[in-house]
């Protein structure tokens, strides 16, 4: 509870700022005015359903308070803070909202500057944007190594779009830490399959236990 509240309010304070920013710095609000207009496109056209169990695998593995913040996560900001500065371990904090938004300006230099305008960004398209359309909007433009979007990587691969089982989805989502896969990375990307996987395992049986 007390997370949540932390997120609400410093994403509105964030939005109150991005506000001001648009205001006083065109290039910004011209940014958002492209981008706010690409979502839109992208959700009035929607090419596919997404599954259930994939929108909860993207969830689940990405961005856990997905529906609890505007945006950004305090919660994943302070533990990455922690990461990078104690463990000497670098750690992202992006939320979903926020890699949509760097997937749509493809910047990724590693500067204070970029994450500000990202988190500002977010905080617009969740004023803007219900949660739905965001998730949509984000796993339908995810660039994959040799495809857009999960409808486009199912087929590339070979996955029956509307009859994905949990194996299937765990594969799918684990691409998106891993893109493209290669000698290098693949044993880490089976460690992923597994772990988002075993999450899926625990929030079903836990539903299961609710509805007892």
Not at 30 to 54: A, G, H, K, M, W
Not at 148 to 163: A, H, P, Q, T, V
Request: charged share 30%; glycine share 2%; proline share 1%.
């Amino acid at each position: 509870m007390l997370v949540n509240t932390a997120n609400y309010i410093s994403g509105r304070v964030v939005l109150f700022i991005a506000a001001l920013v648009i205001k006083i710095h065109k290039p910004f609000g011209v940014q958002f005015e492209l981008l706010e207009s690409f979502i839109r496109e992208v959700v009035r056209y929607r090419s596919c359903v997404l599954p259930t169990v994939l929108q909860d695998a993207v969830i689940l593995i990405e961005d856990r308070r997905y529906y609890q913040h505007y945006g950004i996560d305090l919660l994943s900001i302070a533990r990455a803070i922690v990461n990078n500065l104690l463990k000497n371990r670098f750690e992202g904090a992006s939320t979903i909202v926020q890699q949509l938004v760097r997937n749509f300006t493809e910047e990724r230099d590693l500067t204070l500057k970029r994450k500000l305008k990202e988190a500002l960004l977010s905080c617009l398209l969740c004023k803007k944007f219900s949660k739905e359309e965001l998730l949509y909007a984000y796993c339908a433009t995810y660039k994959f190594y040799l495809s857009i979007g999960f409808l486009e990587l199912s087929r590339l691969e070979n996955y029956d779009w509307d009859k994905l089982d949990r194996y299937s989805v765990s594969s799918l989502t684990a691409r998106l830490k891993f893109p493209k896969l290669g000698r290098n990375n693949y044993c880490r990307y089976l460690k992923r399959v597994r772990t988002i996987e075993i999450r899926l395992e625990m929030r079903s049986s836990k539903l299961d236990r609710r509805s007892v």
